[in-house]
């Protein structure tokens, strides 16, 4: 079933968060941004008494009763925010520029969608039919140059153009009972934007190019507006006054894409192998997913500035469709080790964006690239995860490794290899500490430290930060950042 409406983002955005906290209990995560803790910890949390460690549907069955209990039972609230970045922030830069200016985006001023004149740089140039001056050669030399750079700056905007902010919210339970087994109940509901720029290359040859601007300036004067190729999209257009106009006929632009995506879980785990302190614990999780789609494609030259690229993100058209899937997980515990393995989306349920309006694109590659990436399948991934704790339970060091990589709703791969260590004290105020790396390997190839706090057995606090950099607006910022925080309570 799918429905179309609009939905506006800063709407969207606040009911997120809205939702999160009074929806119906809550479990998942977005495969670009671990929750709570686990952006710390990476694999697992070497079996604190935590309801932020379900990814592994094994993982609940396994978590110890307090002393003299026979049941386990928690809640929590765990919000997350982050950006991904490329570093590429040429286009709004150019925007800026050409706001500043009172000019256009090259070749971008005609509102056509797939190219445009730029009356800025319009020539005078005398009527043909005479030999060339210097100072028309000149002339012919410097609107070739002019014609040069407004191709190069096209093809810069664009080229590795990708920035990603995500937003997530998650309200885990947890009853683990003698006699009612292992349950838990969730659902998760995030929302992430992304912008990506379209590049389709100018081969702008700047030698030909003045040739054939010599050619029609020394041929016979013309009697209407006539129109010559100079090559990689590039023409100009002399009129029988002797001006001149040039046009770049381009498809690059960008795309713009937002998905809310909201899993609803209910997971059953247990223990079904013990010898001595080695113990087997397998679980299930079935998923309802509803998920909410939209994209828009927007050619360079109906980009006035960097405004209207967010405009239309907050003017969203969601494309809303259901599906189910199921997540399987198993564990080996020992006395101080753990090992897991989970196997996510099984059925690699499939989803559409809604498809968007190409009529300002008229290269065939460029259109069947968009086409291509309004297809989203949550593909099967199978990760890994270990733990070790000393014997007093104090120290603990965790691994996960995503086994292959799989996309998310923008189209881009993630790959997850994360360690990270931790200490647990008996102290109530400041009960656990951890620090951690984590590496996307595929991608952006992005690495995150990461560091974290418990405090009063209550609040989680983790944070995470690119060690690559990026200049933009003259700054140096990480290419990556995110944050969690939740609150939790065990009984």
């Known amino acids: 079933m799918t429905s179309l409406y609009k939905r506006p983002l800063y709407i969207a955005l606040s009911a997120l968060l809205t939702n999160g906290i009074i929806a119906s209990p809550v479990f998942a995560e977005p495969?670009?941004?671990?929750?709570?803790?686990k952006l710390t910890f990476g694999g697992m949390t070497h079996r604190r008494m935590t309801v932020s460690d379900m990814g592994n549907p094994a993982h609940p069955a396994g978590v110890p009763y307090p002393e003299g209990d026979?049941?386990?039972?928690?809640?929590?609230?765990?919000?997350?925010?982050?950006?991904?970045?490329?570093?590429?922030?040429?286009?709004?830069?150019?925007?800026?520029?050409?706001?500043?200016?009172?000019?256009?985006?090259?070749?971008?001023?005609?509102?056509?969608?797939?190219?445009?004149?730029?009356?800025?740089?319009?020539?005078?140039?005398?009527?043909?039919?005479?030999?060339?001056?210097?100072?028309?050669?000149?002339?012919?030399?410097?609107?070739?140059?002019?014609?040069?750079?407004?191709?190069?700056?096209?093809?810069?905007?664009?080229?590795?153009?990708?920035?990603?902010?995500?937003?997530?919210?998650?309200?885990?339970?947890?009853?683990?009972?003698?006699?009612?087994?292992?349950?838990t109940f969730g659902a998760n509901t995030s929302i992430t934007t992304n912008l990506r720029g379209i590049n389709d290359p100018i081969t702008f040859d700047a030698t030909q190019a003045l040739d054939e601007l010599i050619k029609a300036y020394e041929a016979d004067p013309p009697t209407v507006a006539t129109t010559y190729d100079l090559t990689g999209s590039a023409s100009v257009t002399?009129?029988?006054?002797?001006?001149?106009?040039?046009?770049?006929?381009?498809?690059?632009?960008?795309?713009?894409?937002?998905?809310?995506?909201?899993?609803?879980?209910?997971?059953?785990?247990?223990?079904?192998?013990?010898?001595?302190?080695?113990?087997?614990?397998?679980?299930?999780?079935?998923?309802?997913?509803?998920?909410?789609?939209?994209?828009?494609?927007?050619?360079?030259?109906?980009?006035?500035?960097?405004?209207?690229?967010?405009?239309?993100?907050?003017?969203?058209?969601?494309?809303?469709?259901q599906d189910f899937s199921v997540d399987l997980g198993a564990i080996w515990s020992g006395k101080q080790y753990q090992v897991g393995a989970t196997l996510t989306n099984l059925n690699e349920p499939e989803f559409h964006y809604p498809a968007s309006d190409l009529s300002g694109f008229t290269n065939p590659l460029i259109i069947q690239f968009i086409r291509d990436r309004e297809r989203y399948v949550m593909e099967r991934q199978l990760k890994l995860d270990g733990g070790y704790i000393t014997p007093g339970g104090a120290w603990g060091i965790n691994f996960g490794l995503d086994v292959n990589a799989v996309p998310d709703p923008m189209g881009d791969d993630y790959q997850w290899a994360a360690v990270g260590v931790g200490f647990a004290s008996d102290s109530w105020w400041l009960p656990g500490a951890r620090a951690g790396i984590r590496k996307n390997m595929a991608g952006t190839e992005l690495t995150y430290v990461t560091a974290g706090v418990t405090v009063f057995n209550i609040l989680n606090l983790d944070l995470a930060a690119t060690t690559q950099t990026v200049q933009i607006n003259g700054k140096t910022v990480p290419r990556g950042l995110i944050g969690n925080i939740g609150f939790q309570v065990m009984f």
């Open 238 to 321: 002399v009129n029988p006054d002797g001006t001149a106009k040039f046009r770049i006929d381009n498809n690059s632009g960008v795309i713009t894409k937002a998905a809310q995506v909201t899993e609803i879980s209910i997971g059953y785990s247990r223990k079904v192998w013990q010898q001595e302190d080695n113990k087997v614990y397998i679980g299930i999780k079935p998923k309802y997913l509803d998920i909410g789609l939209s994209n828009t494609a927007i050619p360079i030259a109906n980009i006035d500035n960097a405004k209207s690229i967010f405009e239309s993100l907050d003017k969203s058209d969601f494309s809303y469709q």
């Open 70 to 183: 026979n049941g386990l039972y928690g809640a929590g609230l765990s919000l997350g925010l982050g950006v991904e970045y490329d570093g590429n922030d040429n286009l709004f830069k150019l925007l800026d520029n050409a706001s500043d200016s009172g000019a256009s985006v090259p070749g971008g001023d005609s509102g056509t969608g797939d190219s445009g004149e730029d009356s800025a740089t319009t020539l005078p140039i005398p009527l043909p039919g005479v030999s060339l001056t210097p100072e028309q050669q000149d002339q012919l030399d410097s609107l070739v140059q002019e014609v040069a750079v407004a191709a190069a700056l096209i093809g810069v905007s664009v080229t590795g153009l990708n920035a990603k902010a995500f937003i997530s919210a998650d309200v885990p339970v947890l009853i683990s009972n003698n006699k009612l087994g292992t349950w």
């Open 31 to 37: 495969i670009y941004h671990p929750s709570g803790p």
